[in-house]
């Protein structure tokens, strides 16, 4: 069955720069889209970022939206969210998801993300 696997996350400066990845073990021919989401002590799973991976569109939440980058490889074996300027706020465990529903479009709802990695630590410092 398919799998993925997040990397990259760790500790960074409040205004470094920090790229996550997730690499699938292979790309389902039934995916709509691709996203990133996170989740800090006390609070829920938000979904930050999404990608489709028909029409290559993207959606970023207002609390990343011009910080965060989503982006793919030509493959569609691997996601990226390249984190420009992380704030303190931004310290969370972060997982990426893949979604067979064409309801995943526009703003990435959990239920709807079928396949799941097991997160990756970010922790922003000021």
């Known amino acids: 069955q398919v799998q993925l696997k997040e990397s990259g996350g760790g500790s960074v400066q409040a205004g470094g720069s920090l790229r996550l990845s997730c690499a699938a073990s292979e790309y389902t021919l039934s995916w709509y889209c691709m996203g990133w989401f996170r989740q800090a002590p006390g609070k829920g799973r938000e979904g930050i970022a999404a990608i489709s991976m028909v029409h290559e569109s993207e959606y970023y939440a207002d609390s990343v939206k011009g910080r965060f980058t989503i982006s793919r490889d030509s493959a569609k074996t691997t996601l990226y969210l390249q984190m420009n300027n992380p704030k303190p706020e931004d310290t969370a465990m972060y997982y990426c998801?893949?979604?067979?529903?064409?309801?995943?479009?526009?703003?990435?709802?959990?239920?709807?993300?079928?396949?799941w990695g097991r997160g990756t630590q970010v922790t922003v410092s000021s």
């Open positions: 998801a893949a979604a067979d529903t064409p309801y995943c479009y526009g703003h990435p709802f959990p239920h709807d993300y079928n396949y």
